[in-house]
């Protein structure tokens, strides 16, 4: 039986926007309708692309936002309805990492203040001295010196920062870590640094991460289990194995397809998207994919497919995933089960070939 910390039920979260005088009222649809379970231990990746909603799922999951409609239970217990004393342990529990190690730390405060200031709120017993020796124990876990405590953020490098974020995270003893896009503002080769630094703390420390991306290269080498969202729905969720190896919907072959192949030599089949995704203010009808799908059938614009009940482990929201033929299918790129020592090294070059290819095609427009 599975040991589920984390779960979302049907959450919805529509923001409304204008309203003034000559404005209509718009309502955003962030989130709507998004169910899913996180086991205890394992690393849960959100992938989507920029605006699919994956930030507000986030919020809402750390109850830093509230749902419009639908439930957040954290081992069980709701977190919506929690009174403000009753708080202190989902704050303890559940950590942020941000995306942005630059704003998200104070710069006015040493290294030692930003990762001892959780444990003044949350171990307030702790004597100065103790408080010290903790800190510099979370500086060496996350591999900073001792030293690093006296010094101010500007003075480290983005990787280091990240690192300083991820100490304070930890500082609380959280049992949840939430990533939004937590290496996305580094340089690809601290990317791969930041990464293993989560894989190895989650060993280390027994935890659970949650990891958003708009990457799949990003989460390929880390992630057990893969939610993969469109317009502020889940459309496909599964094993990372299985979604890798063999996806389902084709948003999900889309996006594997744009990630470069890091063998070299090896190619794979382009499902390239046309346009651009809807908005969230106006999805369109039936299945939200649809305008930019190249397997759209009459049904797929009047029929809202719903995640496949059928296979409780591997679901995918869509009509024809069964029948799309297999000589439009791209195929999927082939991922090779790869050890540690190779892991960080692919992972690189997949980072730099990105890079590369996003560099060139600014270069050529
Ligand atoms: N406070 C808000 N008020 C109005 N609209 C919002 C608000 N927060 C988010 N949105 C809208 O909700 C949609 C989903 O945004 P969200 O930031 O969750 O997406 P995302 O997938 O995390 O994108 P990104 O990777 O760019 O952060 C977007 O259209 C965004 O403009």
């Not at 899913?36 to 109850?63: D, H, P, Q, W, Y």
Request: aromatic fraction near 4%; hydrophobic fraction near 40%; glycine fraction near 6%.
């Amino acid at each position: 039986m599975r040991d589920v910390i984390l779960e979302a039920r049907d959450l919805t979260r529509h923001f409304t926007l204008g309203g003034g005088l000559f404005e209509p009222k718009t309502k955003v649809r962030a989130v709507d309708g998004v169910s899913l379970t996180v086991n205890r231990g394992e690393t849960f990746a959100i992938v989507g692309e920029s605006g699919c909603g994956k930030s507000t799922l986030a919020r809402l999951m750390m109850r830093l936002d509230r749902p419009t409609s639908g439930q957040v239970l954290f081992n069980g217990q709701e977190v919506q309805d929690l009174a403000r004393r009753d708080m202190a342990p989902l704050r303890r529990d559940m950590q942020f990492v941000f995306q942005d190690p630059f704003s998200s730390l104070n710069p006015r405060m040493t290294v030692g203040k930003l990762v001892g200031e959780p444990l003044e709120v949350h171990a307030p017993e702790l004597d100065a001295d103790t408080r010290r020796e903790k800190v510099a124990a979370l500086l060496a876990q996350v591999g900073l010196l001792p030293d690093h405590a006296n010094r101010y953020p500007h003075e480290f490098s983005g990787g280091q920062r990240q690192r300083i974020g991820i100490a304070r995270a930890l500082a609380s003893g959280p049992r949840l870590l939430i990533g939004d896009e937590p290496v996305s503002a580094l340089d690809v080769s601290v990317q791969a640094q930041v990464v293993n630094l989560l894989n190895d703390l989650k060993q280390d420390l027994d935890l659970t991460l949650v990891i958003i991306a708009h990457d799949l290269a990003v989460i390929r080498h880390m992630s057990d289990r893969i939610a993969v969202m469109y317009l502020g729905q889940v459309v496909e969720s599964g094993p990372a194995d299985q979604v890798f190896d063999a996806p389902r919907h084709p948003y999900t072959h889309a996006l594997l397809s744009a990630i470069p192949e890091p063998e070299p030599g090896r190619v794979h089949n382009q499902l390239t998207l046309k346009g651009e995704m809807p908005s969230p203010s106006n999805p369109p009808a039936g299945c939200r994919f649809h305008t930019r799908c190249p397997f759209a059938q009459d049904n797929c614009r009047t029929h809202t497919p719903l995640l496949d009940a059928a296979d409780t482990d591997h679901q995918v929201a869509c009509h024809h995933w069964k029948t799309i033929p297999e000589a439009g299918k791209p195929a999927p790129p082939r991922r090779r089960s790869v050890g540690a020592e190779e892991r960080f090294a692919l992972y690189r070059a997949a980072l730099q070939t990105t890079q590369a290819s996003a560099t060139h095609r600014e270069e050529t427009s």
